[in-house]
């Protein structure tokens, strides 16, 4: 008997529901492959939370593995966090199954004599963050599987900051939560003390909003410009529930929506993949702009933390910006404001990720503005601002070639709501000085030199996949490469070495050359993937990255 079929036969005879066990019988009849892989290990409980597919068995999303998951971080509040009163804030976004996740991890928590927050739909992950630290919560749950694919949810765990959790704390919740072997260890039901379930709604929007606006820069060219036709889509995902009120709040009266897009459904039936990364994601939005004239489109992915921006170049043409821009973009913008505000005096920083563009580094260095490295994931940005603010440095704003950014220390996480804000009042502010995003955009490579990026994902699933994954990182790393198109390659950078980056150890490996062009390669966290980062400096970036691409991929 295979190591996986004991799991099986573990479920079909243990205390689980009826509908789990025929689903069971008919995988194992129907499709052998499908049960091996549904239970050949355990759905890992990594530094991030959970996420996986949704369905029936050991490594997958439903309620068994999201209550033991629940239940381990049950344990290590009760035994590391002291107060009488122990909350944690959850919140959910609209892919399937994920408010039913939600309701189980509440009564789980609360069965355990923890007070809960609930919203009572569907919120940003960016909002929830928020929420911890509002209500004085020991820790955030988010239901989400972020940008994934309909198959797919997961829960993230925030810490009392709203920041995801880091090291030391991820690992020793990863700890107890693997204690947690079995559904009968679960306490899916209140017994004699339980905690209470609250529900939160209009009342945090509003506290959260008010926040975010009191971070605007031009309120006066948003007032001038308030006529600036905007398409915005939520792709199916909770960023509806914001977003168009924070762009009417800062003063624009012309959101022009994607009506079908703007329905919550995790089914999401309108694209292939809720990725604002990806070009086909905001196909619809750009054929609403071609249709209405307008020089702005904005989406945001199902839990609104990431968002994906397009615009009009010089002949009129809409076209996609990527992370990188983005963040370059609206850095330079909001450290523009606040050196003609006067708030860049004293000690303030900004942060990136090791594989975000060196752009925002020369544009930083240009305003004598500190710049942080950091691991990629928007939990070491977090981890930055909590250790900065203790010493007394003001966070400006930071972020992620994966689309991802935020300004200002309300939240602790990505921030969808706030970046619209900011990218639709930088859109405003341009056309102030003469200019649109495209030209404000080719104003910074002319200051600053010309970058280009890209980015290959090579997907490997399943064991196999695994393995191959491996073997390409241990190549690399026995023979990295000499050159990179034909550029010495003066510096590699291994991540798994802490006691030379000063960073926590992570499977990354960075390959640098003499003309300034890096490559980055990282096995996914979250997806079967590994993922190759190239970044290219100079005139003839375009043609180095397709060179790049070829020479490792």
Known sequence: MKEFEAKVQSWLEGDFDQTTKMQILKMRSEDPAELEDAFYKNLEFGTG????????????????????????????????????????????????????????????LSANGIHVFIFDNIRPTPEMSYAVRLKGAVAGIMITASHNPKEYNGYKVSWSDGGQVTSPVDKEIVAEVAKITDPSQVKFKAGLRCGEIEAMGADVDELYLRDLLSLRLSPEACKSHSDLKIVYTPLHGCGVRLVPEILKRSGFNNIIHVPEQDISDGNFPTVISPNPEEPAALKLAIEKAEQTGAD??????????????????????????????????????????????????????????????????????????????????????????????????????????????????????????VSCMMIAECAAWAAGQGMTLYQLMQHIYKEFGYRKEGLVSLVRKGISGSQEIQAIMAGLRAQPPAELCGSKVTKVIDYLEPEKTGQPSSNVLQFFDEDGDVVSVRPSGTEPKIKFYFGAKGPDADAKIEKLKQQFT
């Open 296 to 417: 702005l489109v904005i989406g945001t992915d199902p839990d609104a933390d990431r968002v994906g921006i397009a615009v009009r170049d010089d002949q009129g043409k809409i076209v996609l910006f990527n992370g990188n821009q983005t963040a370059s973009m609206l850095t330079y913008y909001i450290l523009t404001r606040w050196k003609e505000l006067g708030k860049l005096d004293g000690k303030k920083y900004v942060v990136k990720t090791i594989v975000t563009t060196e752009l925002i580094t020369e544009i930083c260095k240009s305003f004598g503005v500190p710049v942080y490295n950091v691991l990629t994931g928007f939990k070491y940005i977090a981890e930055v601002v909590k250790r900065k603010e203790a010493e007394g440095w003001e966070f400006i704003c930071g972020g992620e070639e994966s689309y991802g950014f935020n300004v200002g220390e309300f939240v602790r996480d990505k921030d969808a709501p």
């Open 49 to 108: 939370g959970l996420r996986g597919i949704m369905g029936t068995g050991t490594n997958r999303m439903n309620k068994y593995t999201v209550g033991m998951a629940t239940q381990g971080l049950a344990n290590y509040i009760l035994k590391h966090c002291e107060g009488e009163d122990l909350k944690v804030v959850i919140s959910y976004d609209s892919r399937n199954g994920s408010k039913e996740f939600a309701k189980i991890a509440a009564e789980v």
